[in-house]
């Protein structure tokens, strides 16, 4: 046995001018940043990318040396930290961990 859904009525338009369908400020939605989201134009996402790239094999030759550099260890600490916010104002969540690994792995040898 089949139960009757309500359904809506939609209204018909008026027969006044057109300009009474535009929607008025009130009615769209506000396109203001909020604090979870901020926008950023689209070559920062490679921009960042490449930079975590070359930090990414700096890192790997200063901390493959048996002696590494502190001094150049602590600038690519610098620049990974950097690049944390980076990554977390862009909203790549994802990269969060492999760049706190990163930042931890640096710290070990400071």
């Known amino acids: ?59 790997h030759h200063a901390l493959k040396e048996t002696h590494p550099n502190l001094e150049t260890l602590r600038a690519i600490r610098a620049e990974v930290t950097g690049l944390e916010g980076d990554i977390e104002r862009l909203g790549l969540r994802g990269l969060g961990p492999f760049i706190g690994s990163l930042r931890r792995r640096i710290e070990s040898f400071l």
């Open 1 to 59: 046995m089949l139960t009757p859904v309500p359904t809506k009525r939609w209204k018909r338009p008026s027969a006044g001018p057109a300009e009474s369908m535009v929607p008025t400020a009130a009615e769209m939605p506000c396109d203001a940043p909020t604090e979870e989201f901020f926008a950023a134009p689209a070559s920062s996402a490679g921009e960042v990318a490449d930079v975590l790239r070359r930090t990414t094999l700096k890192a």
